[in-house]
């Protein structure tokens, strides 16, 4: 951590508890809701493969079950030697250890993505499924048209009246430090007031090539996990919003929700832990 103190930062009845990167330990409780989420992976070079490896190798401490996928699965292409090269190359060891992969789709992907299996997008370019207590919505970013907006209304308003975590992942950040795209302001302006409405507790976003950790906004955790393959060396400017940020190196986020808890670790390829903590869900 690039601040060694104790931090606790509690807005909107939120808490998050940020502690020294050695001192840091999952709780691995076995009924726990284990996963890894990367962003914008899909290059299918050298950096990729090496975040793919660390990935393989924090699993054997920590054995997470599924992985969030956060868009730019597949870069330039999509024929099947794309996706071997891209995919199922890189996450080989992952993929026979029986991990799960949970796809949504960027501005680089093909929409005909939703059809390969091993994303497990059930061919829908947005979609819901349930891990424990937690509910996950994948939604497709690049067309928010007024049927996904319906649909997502329906899926939280159900899931309102659960004690569930909901927890959203996508590719356009609704808040971003990145120079390049920064945050998705009409995407916001549609789908944040769903997410208040209805509870929605975290964020996951992709697009901008770098790792950013926003604080809270309204309530909501945000999270930018954009450079799993690629990176914009220096991208993060410093802004207001900005909890935590790193850009220079690949990254993946480490997540595991237990109870009221959520523990998560973001991990450079290199195997160094550049930002840890805890979030303690708000009442409901």
Request: net charge negative; with cysteine; hydrophobic share 35%.
């Amino acid at each position: 951590m690039r601040n060694p103190r104790f931090l606790i930062l509690c807005l909107l009845n939120c808490f998050v508890f940020i502690v020294r990167a050695d001192d840091f330990k999952f709780p691995l409780k076995s009924n726990s809701v284990k996963f890894a989420a990367i962003g914008d992976m899909g290059t299918g070079e050298a950096p990729q493969l090496e975040v793919a490896e660390r990935m393989n190798s924090s699993r054997q401490a920590f054995p997470f079950d599924f992985v969030i996928m956060l868009g730019d699965n597949i870069y330039g292409g999509s024929s099947p030697k794309d996706f071997e090269k891209k995919f199922e190359k890189p996450y080989k060891r992952l993929l026979d250890a029986g991990v799960k992969f949970y796809a949504s789709l960027g501005n680089h992907d093909n929409p005909n993505e939703r059809f390969y299996k091993p994303f497990n997008m059930n061919e829908s370019n947005y979609y819901a499924f349930k891990k424990g207590n937690v509910r996950f919505f994948a939604l497709d970013t690049n067309y928010m048209d007024a049927k996904q907006l319906v649909w997502l209304q329906k899926e939280l308003q159900d899931a309102a009246g659960s004690n569930d975590w909901k927890i959203c992942f996508f590719h356009h950040p609704l808040y971003s430090s990145g120079r390049t795209h920064g945050s998705s302001l009409e995407l916001r302006a549609l789908i944040e007031p769903l997410f208040i409405k209805y509870g929605v507790d975290v964020v996951f976003s992709g697009h901008d090539h770098v790792y950013e950790r926003v604080k809270p906004e309204n309530g909501i955790y945000y999270f930018t996990e954009g450079s799993s393959g690629q990176l914009r060396n220096g991208d993060l400017a410093k802004t207001g919003m900005t909890e935590d940020g790193f850009d220079t190196d690949r990254t993946f986020m480490l997540v595991e929700i237990a109870g009221d808890e959520m523990y998560f670790e973001t991990m450079s390829r290199s195997g160094a832990v550049v930002d840890s903590g805890m979030i303690q869900r708000r009442p409901s």
